[in-house]
């Protein structure tokens, strides 16, 4: 018994005396400054205890607190080989400071001081400002202003000639493609009729829409309204082109007129009468793309 209270009273003298003990402390980073978080870690040899590991968490009463510190962590490793305190902080004052009583396992330790060095006297700049980075040269730079510069310079110009003399080379292509897209309609539309006739055979609807098919493309293609012109009417009008063949003067005239003697005869249409009308029709377009080229060729030739 005698024996036991002596053990006892060894434990209670040696432990706080050892928790004073602090030669081995070290810092990580070895060099702290101002506002970094860093680590101080307190070997305890003399503190042989096996177990979990003790974290003294920031809602404890016992969690230490400082206007000089800000602490994230607090562990008490505990090991056979020798247990150790882990202390993880950031500091806000520069100089030797001494940390706040930490209790933690039973245990209590104080005079635990910490050097924080000061960054600007580290860097000695002092308040001043830092000289301007130097410019990076960034590959491909140089072609980039440069090309930019080129392809505002050729815009310029472009808008320039456009101003000038383009905006007659604009309505010559534009003309041109207005008519081209017509007569490329008109050509489809007269094989469309062309199938649904061979299809059903019947001459006399086939008459109806060519006949108001092609009434509205002369009336887009030469700017006056012939969908309510008659057949000599529509004779009078001057020729799209000259030529010598049935597709030139008159054909309108004769081309509808036999339409009409075929619609309003009264009698069964033969499909083969209009397939010849339709056959008609498609010389005609032929003839007239034809000579479209030819004054397209002689307006470029004349505005170059």
Known sequence: MKRFWSVMLFIFIFVPSHAQNYTGAYLIPQIVYVGDIAG??????????????????????????????????????????????????????????????????????????????????????????????????????????????????????????????GRRYLHI??????????????????????????????????????????RAFLSYFSGENCRAMTARELEQMPPFFESDSETGDGFLGKFFRRCDELRFSGGVIDSEDVFVVLADLRDFLEALEKAEKGKNRVKEEKAA
């Open 40 to 165: 101080l870690i307190l070997p305890l040899p003399g503190l042989a205890v096996s177990g979990a590991d003790i974290v003294l968490a920031p809602d404890s009463p016992d969690f230490p607190s400082d206007p000089n510190f800000d602490f994230h962590r607090i562990i008490l490793e505990r090991r056979s080989s020798g247990s150790r305190l882990l202390i993880e902080f950031s500091a806000f004052q520069p100089g030797l400071l001494e940390l706040p009583p930490i209790e933690i396992g039973g245990q209590r330790f104080t005079g635990l001081r910490v050097e924080i060095k000061s960054v600007i006297a580290a860097s000695g700049s002092g308040l001043e400002l830092a000289g301007p980075a130097s410019a990076l040269a960034v590959p491909g730079t140089a072609f980039m202003v440069y090309g930019t510069l080129a392809g505002l310079v050729l815009v310029l110009g472009f808008t320039l000639w456009l101003l000038l003399r």
């Open 173 to 214: 292509l534009l003309s041109k493609w207005k008519r081209r897209s017509l007569l490329v309609s008109m050509k489809i539309i007269g094989k469309r009729l062309y199938k649904t006739l061979q299809k059903n055979g019947k001459g006399r609807d086939t008459l109806d829409k060519l006949s108001h098919e092609f």
